[in-house]
Every structure is written in C-alpha cells, then in structure tokens.
C-alpha cells in the first residue's frame, strides 16, 4: 500500500507544481520500490530522456543518503518505535537495498534484520510494477494513434524474471551468486556512471530544484504514511 501511494503521490505533486509527469514518476518509482535499479528499470517504458535519468538518479540518492541518518532518529527518539517497528520503517521507506541494510543495522540487529526483510519485499515488486507501467503506457500510446507507443516486454525483464528462479531453485552455487552479484554491482555503477555524463549544467538549472523538492515532498510522504500505519496496526 505504501508503494501504490507513493508512486501515486509523484504524479499529483507533478499537477500541483506544473512538472513533467513522467519525470516525477520515475521519481516516485525510485523512491517507491529500489531507487537506482527501479529507475533503471523503467525508464524506457516510461519514456524519459537520459538527463531526466540522471537527475532522477541524483535526487534518489541523495535523499536516501540524509535518510540513512534521520530515519534512526525518527523512529527511535522522535516516534519512540521500538526496534522492530524502527525496522519498518526503514525498510518501507529508504530507497536503495544498501542505505537500508546501513540504516537498520545502525539501530540494531532486529531492525537491520526487518528493515532488510521489508525492503526486499518493495524490491520484489518491481517485476509486477514493470507489467503495469507496460500495459498504461501501450494504452496510452494506443489512444493517441501511435505505434510506437505500443510497449512490448523489455528483455531486462525476462532476464530478470529467469535468473530471479536461480536462487529460488538454487541452480547455483551460493559462491557463485555472490560472486555474480558483486559483478552486477560494479555493473550497475558503470551504467549509472555513463548517465550522469550526459546530464548538462543547464538542466541541473532548469529542472533539478524542482525535481528535489517533488523527490523530498514525496519521501516525507513515504515516512508520514509509514509512520501512521505502524502506529495503527503495531503499537
């Protein structure tokens, strides 16, 4: 629930600031489910350019980065969480599998252990999200007599979907997962690395500020709601 109001979010806040709709999505998906890697993910479904990328990429991480330190502090000593639901809240609200592993570990061994749990269920969610951006943005294409808005499966996805069955089969050895995962990391990195060389001063200027505050509006959302729903149910 707190992806879908998330994601949802980044398109009201692109209205009420007059901001292109579909940069602030790629936005809210980083922030919603695994940041870099979501962005990466979906940015051709979705139809951005690589500065927006680059820009969406920056604003992710640098939010995720000041949440690795404030969030802690949020649940501990400002909601008074204990350490298990200061976990939740991390898990259900900062956007790289890193920060949250850094953040929870910080507060303790049942955060870490719950925040890591919690966010490896948002990352899951990727793939389903993948189909639905497909199926919106090929109808939307649809509508206006474009072919070319006809999305059809990228072949990340497959390969996703395929090699996300290795682990669960254990069709390789954990060693050489390990191994494969570091690879994918530096991989990732690179890629990240070849967008943030195409972004221009000029659209730092232009769209950057913007972009940070619908980023930051939209991860004060992700707390709020986070928050409030633990109080509801948990405490």
């Not at 949440?67 to 649940?75: A, H, Q, T």
């Not at 967008?195 to 972009?211: N, W």
């Amino acid at each position: 629930m707190a992806m879908a109001v998330t994601i949802s979010s980044s398109v009201l806040f692109a209205k009420m600031f007059g901001f292109d709709r579909k940069f602030a999505l790629l936005i809210g998906i980083g922030n919603g489910i695994c940041g870099s890697s979501a962005i990466a993910a979906t940015k051709d479904i979705i139809g951005v350019d690589e500065e927006e990328v680059g820009l969406s990429v920056a604003v992710i991480n640098f939010l995720g980065t000041i949440g690795i330190f404030v969030l802690p502090l949020i649940g501990t000593v400002l909601l008074k969480f204990s350490e298990v639901n200061t976990g939740l809240l991390i898990g259900n609200t900062l956007q790289a599998v890193g920060q949250v592993v850094a953040s929870g570990f910080s507060v303790g061994e049942s955060a870490g252990q719950t925040a890591t749990i919690v966010k490896m269920t948002r990352v899951l969610m990727l793939t389903p999200v993948v189909f639905i951006l497909i199926a919106l943005f090929s109808r939307e294409g649809s509508r206006r007599g474009f072919n070319k808005g006809r999305k059809t499966v990228p072949l990340f996805v497959v390969g996703f979907v395929l090699f996300s069955l290795v682990p669960t089969f254990n069709l390789l050895s954990e060693n050489l997962i390990h191994v494969i995962s570091r690879i994918s990391h530096y991989a990732l990195v690179v890629a990240m690395a070849g967008i943030g060389l195409r972004i221009k001063f000029s659209s730092i200027m232009r769209d950057g500020r913007t972009a940070l505050l619908i980023g930051s509006l939209i991860f004060l959302l992700q707390i709020v709601f986070s928050s409030t729903m633990i109080f509801a149910l948990l405490v």
